[in-house]
């Protein structure tokens, strides 16, 4: 698990449990935003996530929000990825990646507000062909994939 590899040598072993948990957490994230999978209306049985790009959202910060947006639409996957901002302190969108049990991908974009009782909302949801699926999977470490629900 990156997050456990990332806490090695972190003295509280409660803090490990912890980031193990988040897991779950963003799992359940997703369940709340979405009754279904969007691309087989089932529910998320055997369906696994991974977050995929993240990025700081503020009126600061808007040409860097755009090319966000602009880099998902057109599918440039490597650029994408490399978005990896995230500040507990500002509103954040969080690009997640759900495989479905077909192995087809659907990306999903979340607003994540930095107030603690505002919900999560759902930004944008891109149901992905075959093709980008598996253009989009090289991108993916098969290892950090996790259940949508466990």
Known sequence: MRILKNLRGIANPELATNAT?????????????LSSCP?????????????????????????????????LKDHRWSDFQKFQEWESISDNAEAFLVRC???????????SPTELYEPDSLVTV??????ESSKLEQFVIQSEWRLVVS
């Open 21 to 33: 948990q988040n897991h779950n957490a963003s799992g359940e994230k997703l369940c709340r935003l």
């Open 39 to 71: 691309i087989c209306n089932n529910i998320f049985l055997n369906h696994t996530y991974i977050l995929f790009a993240t990025i700081v959202l503020g009126e600061e910060r808007k040409d860097r929000v755009i090319e966000f947006f602009r880099v």
């Open 101 to 111: 049990v077909n192995n087809q991908l659907a990306m999903l974009v979340l607003r």
């Open 126 to 131: 891109e149901i992905l062909n075959q093709e």
